[in-house]
């Protein structure tokens, strides 16, 4: 049996039993509050998820319980969809539309420009470097095949992915901080221009988004805000901000958080916490953890509990909060920069509930009692 959101809901105990019953994941209580029912419309707060993920059908009920959002967490992204110019696979990127569909939950549509998980025909052409007319004419076509096709299913995309980068060793930028990607570099800035003009027109209905790493860094948000005001006074829509906040536990500052969501805010712009993590290496490129001992998951716990309760204070301006993984046994920084220890999401490996679940637990409740 399979139900949405709305029947399950409004089903009587006696057939739900067996739907619960089979909802629980292996080695995980299906008692555990659903963290989207304790945000209810106060936010919508959601994963990502992957096309294997929702096939399974036990995991597939842990998702449709735990979230109220979805965004793919690779399956939409050029390399994934692309087979070359105008040809597509869309198997695993459909399964998860699909599923939010059938679930009745919004689904973030991620990515159409990025400097990384991009399509290597596009930049080159009759064994060259690709010219700029020509790589136009491919984005343009690109995002109207790839938004037409999910036209009505995405709620928001994310055109453009980390346009912007400062300090990093070794990443070349132009002098106001835009990264020298294949895109920046064959087309110039007005890449991104460009790219907002055709996702506009291929679905006016669905949100389009800026989403960048660091988005709380003073730099970058000066650079977001210029670039978003910049499309904004050539009446090219944007509506609004991703913040990825891949986060360590004592990194970024919370202050400069709130800063960002309230500086971006007064621009008009809507705004997205699109890939929330909290690595217990202290540093992205440490590996010093080699195990999730109690008091680090506390630390973690508290972290997000900082967070989560900063968000819903200014659930006014940031109207959904995604994880980038639904538990510890999978997600990018087991991975990255190289193999390590990393626990971090808010279940563990088996899926069961670590302290941050609790804590993001507690902070939607109890911002039931507290004004935005
Ligand atoms: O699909 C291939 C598979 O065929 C191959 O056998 C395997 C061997 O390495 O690699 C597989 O591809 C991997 C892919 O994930 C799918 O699992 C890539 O190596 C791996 O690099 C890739 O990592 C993804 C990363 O983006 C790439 O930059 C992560 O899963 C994904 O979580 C991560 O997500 C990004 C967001 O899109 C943007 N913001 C940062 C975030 C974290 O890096």
Same mark, same amino acid.
């Given at each position: 049996? !399979?139900l949405?959101?709305r029947?399950?809901?409004?089903?009587?105990?006696?057939?739900?039993?067996?739907?619960?019953?089979?909802?629980?994941?292996a080695?995980?209580?299906?008692?555990?509050?659903?963290?989207?029912?304790?945000?209810?419309?106060?936010?919508?707060?959601?994963?990502?998820?992957?096309?294997?993920?929702?096939?399974?059908?036990?995991?597939?009920?842990?998702?449709?319980?735990?979230?109220?959002?979805?965004?793919?967490?690779?399956?939409?992204?050029?390399?994934?969809?692309?087979?070359?110019?105008?040809?597509?696979?869309?198997?695993?990127?459909?399964?998860i539309?699909?599923?939010?569909?059938?679930?009745?939950?919004?689904? *973030?549509?991620?990515?159409?420009?990025?400097?990384?998980?991009?399509a290597?025909?596009?930049?080159?052409?009759?064994?060259?470097?690709? !010219?700029?007319?020509?790589?136009?004419?491919?984005?343009e076509?690109?995002?109207?095949? #790839?938004?037409?096709?999910?036209?009505?299913r995405?709620?928001?995309?994310?055109?453009?992915?980390?346009?912007?980068?400062f300090?990093?060793?070794?990443?070349?930028?132009?002098?106001?901080?835009?990264?020298?990607?294949?895109?920046?570099?064959i087309?110039?800035?007005?890449f991104i221009?460009?790219?907002?003009?055709?996702?506009?027109?291929?679905?006016?209905?669905?949100?389009?988004?800026?989403?960048?790493y660091?988005?709380?860094?003073?730099?970058?948000?000066?650079?977001?805000?210029?670039?978003?005001?910049?499309?904004?006074?050539?009446?090219?829509?944007?509506?609004?901000?991703?913040?990825?906040?891949?986060?360590?536990?004592?990194?970024?500052?919370?202050?400069?958080?709130?800063?960002?969501?309230?500086?971006?805010?007064?621009?008009?712009?809507?705004?997205?916490?699109t890939?929330?993590?909290?690595?217990?290496?202290d540093?992205?490129?440490g590996?010093?953890v080699?195990?999730?001992t109690e008091?680090?998951?506390?630390?973690?716990?508290?972290?997000? !509990?900082?967070?989560?309760?900063?968000?819903?204070?200014r *659930?006014?301006k940031? !109207?959904a909060?995604?994880?980038?993984?639904?538990?510890?046994?999978h997600?990018?920084?087991?991975?990255w920069? *190289?193999?390590?220890?990393?626990?971090?999401?808010?279940?563990d490996?088996?899926?069961?509930?670590?302290?941050?679940y609790?804590? #993001?637990?507690?902070?939607?409740?109890?911002?039931?009692?507290?004004?935005?």
């Amino acid at each position: 049996m !399979s139900l949405n959101r709305r029947q399950f809901a409004a089903a009587p105990l006696g057939l739900l039993l067996p739907a619960l019953a089979s909802a629980a994941p292996a080695n995980t209580s299906g008692e555990i509050p659903s963290l989207a029912e304790a945000f209810g419309s106060r936010m919508r707060f959601g994963s990502a998820v992957t096309a294997e993920q929702v096939r399974d059908p036990k995991l597939a009920a842990f998702i449709a319980r735990q979230f109220s959002i979805l965004v793919a967490e690779n399956a939409m992204k050029p390399q994934s969809l692309s087979r070359g110019e105008g040809r597509y696979d869309f198997s695993d990127a459909d399964t998860i539309a699909d599923f939010a569909h059938q679930q009745g939950l919004p689904l *973030r549509g991620h990515t159409l420009v990025w400097h990384n998980q991009t399509a290597a025909w596009m930049f080159t052409e009759n064994g060259a470097e690709v !010219s700029r007319a020509t790589l136009i004419a491919r984005m343009e076509r690109y995002i109207a095949d #790839v938004v037409g096709h999910f036209r009505g299913r995405v709620l928001s995309w994310d055109v453009v992915n980390e346009a912007f980068v400062f300090g990093e060793a070794g990443v070349e930028t132009d002098g106001d901080g835009m990264r020298m990607s294949p895109w920046r570099r064959i087309i110039g800035p007005e890449f991104i221009e460009i790219a907002f003009r055709a996702a506009a027109k291929a679905d006016p209905h669905a949100l389009l988004f800026y989403n960048d790493y660091e988005s709380q860094a003073p730099q970058k948000v000066a650079a977001i805000r210029k670039m978003a005001q910049g499309l904004r006074a050539k009446g090219v829509r944007i509506d609004g901000i991703g913040h990825q906040m891949h986060c360590a536990r004592a990194w970024p500052p919370v202050a400069d958080v709130a800063a960002a969501i309230d500086a971006i805010a007064a621009d008009g712009l809507k705004q997205h916490v699109t890939e929330l993590d909290i690595a217990l290496n202290d540093q992205v490129t440490g590996t010093t953890v080699k195990a999730a001992t109690e008091e680090l998951l506390k630390a973690q716990a508290q972290r997000y !509990s900082e967070l989560m309760t900063l968000f819903m204070s200014r *659930r006014d301006k940031v !109207s959904a909060v995604l994880v980038w993984g639904i538990g510890d046994a999978h997600s990018w920084l087991l991975n990255w920069p *190289r193999a390590r220890f990393e626990a971090p999401l808010l279940f563990d490996a088996q899926l069961k509930p670590k302290p941050a679940y609790y804590a #993001v637990l507690e902070a939607a409740n109890a911002s039931a009692h507290a004004a935005p």
